[in-house]
């Protein structure tokens, strides 16, 4: 079984610059969570979306947003890239219910330049 | 409000040591309980999961955990360590009731030879 699949590996942006990181769940699995890893905050929760509906919204700005195809796949997007954007960005799926491990993919590295 | 607390940023152990990493949580329900690894430059890979019945769970790699309502604690332990285990540890809690997992910080682990 295919794991979490996250595109592209890494990226490197200049400030005011917008991105858009892509994630393909495992197959059978309807949510699709996103994070900011950075070394000071430790992992921090953007949004959750499952059957394409965003279900869960994590504290940042309105410049991070995201959706879900019919597929399950997610796109995260973040306009108006600031230096403090810099992150792996960690993409996790699961069934659904929160009895249910996440499982994630090995993240996009993001360096805003 | 609902939180996992990691206390120790980093510990260092020698190789063939037991190690035990300590989490707690503060949530008012009965959490879903779980405990992640990281390597370098890759996601978070689920160790072990606790949601009810026998509070001693056994994961993968030789890990083990113990659930202890009365001090909120999911501390994860192995009997004797391996270079290889040399990685970031992540507990997490699933809100039941809900659709969020929250993270702790993380213990880095590095083990002497």
């Known amino acids: 079984k295919a794991g979490v699949t996250q595109t592209p590996r890494y990226l490197i942006k200049t400030r005011g610059q917008q991105v858009t990181l892509s994630c393909s769940p495992i197959?059978?699995?309807?949510?699709v969570s996103w994070y900011q890893q950075t070394p000071g905050q430790g992992l921090q929760f953007l949004f959750e979306?499952?059957?394409?509906?965003?279900?869960n919204k994590g504290n940042f700005p309105g410049r991070f947003s995201g959706r879900q195809f019919s597929n399950s796949r997610s796109e995260m997007n973040v306009s108006t890239l600031e230096l403090g954007d810099s992150a792996l960005y960690l993409c996790?799926?699961?069934?659904?219910?929160?009895?249910?491990?996440?499982?994630f993919g090995d993240g996009t590295r993001l360096s805003i330049l | 409000a609902q939180s996992v607390t990691q206390p120790d940023i980093h510990i260092t152990v020698s190789e063939g040591a037991s190690l035990e990493l300590r989490c707690n949580y503060s949530?008012?329900?009965?959490?879903?309980l779980f405990w992640y690894v990281q390597s370098p430059g890759q996601g978070l890979q689920l160790l072990l999961k606790?949601?009810?019945?026998?509070?001693l769970v056994q994961g993968i790699k030789g890990f083990e955990a113990e659930f202890k309502r009365s001090q909120s604690s999911f501390n994860l332990r192995k009997p004797s360590v391996h270079w290889s285990d040399a990685a970031e540890y992540f507990c997490?809690?699933?809100?039941?009731?809900?659709?969020?997992?929250?993270f702790g910080t993380g213990t880095r682990l590095k083990v002497l030879a």
């Open positions: 996790a799926s699961s069934p659904g219910q929160i009895n249910q491990p996440q499982h």
């Open positions: 949530y008012g329900a009965t959490p879903y």
């Open positions: 197959s059978g699995h309807r949510s």
């Open positions: 606790y949601f009810s019945g026998d509070t």
């Open positions: 979306y499952f059957s394409e509906t965003q279900r």
């Open positions: 997490a809690v699933g809100l039941s009731g809900t659709y969020k997992y929250i």
